[in-house]
């Protein structure tokens, strides 16, 4: 059973929470009479999703440079949103349905009974699987009244389609489930992966601030060739004070009138794609540059719509990563970190489970179970770093472009107003200082573990 799905696993008063790891010896199937508990807020965190919400809509739009809708037009957008699930450890999906409680119309799961390089593995949420039954059932993600979390499967025999082709294939079962539920020309579809969080801030300004890209006229169909918004996400790696100096660029949005089966097809066409009918749109369809299409389709206005494939891959936008308008004044990327979105990156419970990722994902590693975390990518060596407090100035030649991560988020001591020194937003689930603790606690034994395993490009009296 996941954490956080029956009221135990909190403590009363808005205290920390003390989370529990996935029960992997509890029954896996159970009768459908069996019922689920029903998922409490921790009252710390309702705290903070209440002052979020209630943040008034011109001040909130204000931080992103737009005006707010006609009174009208508030609260008209459904958001539809949709992710794959694998191995996530269970306080990731914790973290995210904290973030977004009841701000979600459908959340759309798909799971794969293949990795992405085509090899078998072990579902973790099958049909009908208690694990399957919380998602859906325990009202995580919303109130019944609210959410409603559909869950799916990509079981398809494809050993010829690997890697990232055959993660947009399992990705666009996310579109599918959307068309079925309903999805109107004027509702928001949102795809990321489970550790890609909206703020839960933004997912507010969507449903009363002007964002152009988000308009939706009856009479004037969209030509659709830009129609993303991509967020500017602050970067987690694996603990909650380890954060990258850099945006990440996911997750996407869209309007709904530019969905296949949701929008207009009259006069598009259907973009070409890397093999034939699957994976990526070719080049020339639009996937690095928004500019290159076939002339025919740029003169007459013809730009395909979109599935699950594209939303996510396809350049699809001519704007910035959307960020606060005045993160700059306020020192972002000196003093205080912001974004709309957060990445908890890597966020595993053990490094064997971090290296089974990497030895069988779509960027996979063919030595990722053998050598040292570090030379495993970039990412994972900043995590390396900030857990021993290695810093940016040390890393050591042999990381040819390592990656800078900001050394001086830290917690500040109890009592202050501000739980961290670095000033910025930060996930509705970090208001939780013990976990934050146990959890940054957690990573620096996992890494001297594996170290002591595996080795390291560091000198270890630096630990």
């Not at 890209?213 to 991509?230: A, G, H, T």
């Not at 967020?231 to 009138?257: R, Y």
């Not at 030895?359 to 900043?382: E, V």
Request: hydrophobic letters at 35%.
């Amino acid at each position: 059973m996941l954490p956080g799905c029956v009221p135990e696993y909190y403590a009363s008063e808005g205290k920390s929470s003390n989370l529990r790891p996935l029960n992997l010896d509890a029954p896996l199937y159970v009768s459908q009479m069996d019922p689920i508990p029903k998922f409490e807020t921790n009252p710390l965190f309702k705290q903070e999703q209440d002052r979020i919400d209630a943040i008034d809509d011109a001040s909130r739009c204000a931080r992103y440079g737009v005006e707010t809708l006609p009174d009208d037009q508030k609260h008209k957008r459904r958001i539809f949103f949709g992710a794959m699930v694998a191995d996530e450890n269970p306080e990731v999906i914790l973290a995210h349905s904290t973030e977004v409680y009841n701000k979600f119309s459908v959340v759309a799961l798909v799971e794969s009974n293949t990795t992405h390089s085509g090899r078998p593995r072990e579902m973790n949420y099958g049909p009908g699987s208690r694990n399957a039954r919380t998602l859906q059932e325990s009202e995580m993600f919303g109130t019944a009244e609210n959410t409603k979390v559909v869950l799916d499967y990509w079981l398809e025999d494809m050993p010829d389609v690997v890697g990232m082709t055959r993660e947009v294939e399992q990705r666009n079962t996310i579109w599918k489930i959307w068309v079925d539920q309903g999805m109107r020309e004027n509702d928001v579809g949102i795809m990321a992966d489970l550790d890609e969080v909206v703020s839960r801030d933004f997912l507010n300004a969507i449903q009363v601030c002007d964002f152009p890209k988000l308009r939706y006229d009856p009479d004037n169909r969209p030509s659709c060739q830009i129609p993303k918004i991509i967020l500017s996400t602050m970067q987690f790696e694996v603990s909650p004070l380890c954060i990258k100096d850099g945006e990440w660029f996911h997750p996407d949005i869209i309007i709904g009138a530019c969905l296949v089966g949701v929008g207009d097809p009259s006069g598009r066409v259907t973009p070409e794609r890397d093999m034939k009918t699957i994976g990526h749109r070719t080049d020339e369809w639009g996937a690095t540059d928004y500019k290159k299409y076939p002339q025919d389709v740029i003169d007459n206005n013809r730009f395909p719509l979109w599935d699950g494939r594209d939303i996510r891959e396809i350049n699809g936008s001519d704007e910035a990563l959307l960020n606060f308008k005045d993160k700059d004044e306020n020192g972002h990327g000196k003093t205080a970190v912001f974004g709309t979105a957060y990445h908890l990156h890597n966020w595993f419970k053990d490094m064997e489970v971090l290296r089974h990722k990497f030895a069988t994902y779509g960027h996979f590693h063919d030595d990722a179970k053998t050598i040292p975390l570090s030379k495993i990518g970039d990412d994972i060596d900043i995590a390396v770093r900030c857990v021993r407090g290695i810093g940016n100035v040390e890393a050591t030649e042999e990381m040819q472009n390592p990656r800078p991560y900001y050394e001086n988020n830290t917690l500040l001591p109890e009592g202050e107003e501000e739980l961290f020194s670095l000033k910025g937003n930060r996930p509705i689930f970090f208001k939780d200082r013990t976990y934050v603790e146990q959890r940054h606690a957690l990573v620096q034994e996992m890494v001297r573990a594996d170290e002591a395993k595996y080795g390291t490009i560091y000198e270890n009296e630096k630990r």
